[in-house]
């Protein structure tokens, strides 16, 4: 499995577009609403899109 690749988001965003990146490879661009837990990770590249706020808590 890839290692993951996290993006962290300001807290006012709801929802995210990705279309892949270099390492991980390109693909459509799709439109990913965040879950309650402010994050979502994108079922083509594997990318977690977190919110700032819940990423600080995640790692203290
Ligand atoms: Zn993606």
Avoid: A, W
Avoid at 10 to 39: A, M, R, W, Y
Wanted: charged letters at 30%.
């Amino acid at each position: 499995m890839r290692i993951s690749n996290i993006k962290i988001i300001e807290d006012s965003v709801k929802s995210v577009s990705c279309t892949g990146d270099k390492d991980s490879g390109s693909h459509p661009q799709i439109f990913l609403k965040l879950n309650e837990e402010g994050s979502i990770e994108c079922y083509y590249c594997g990318k977690i899109f977190i919110h700032k706020s819940k990423f600080k808590k995640n790692n203290v």
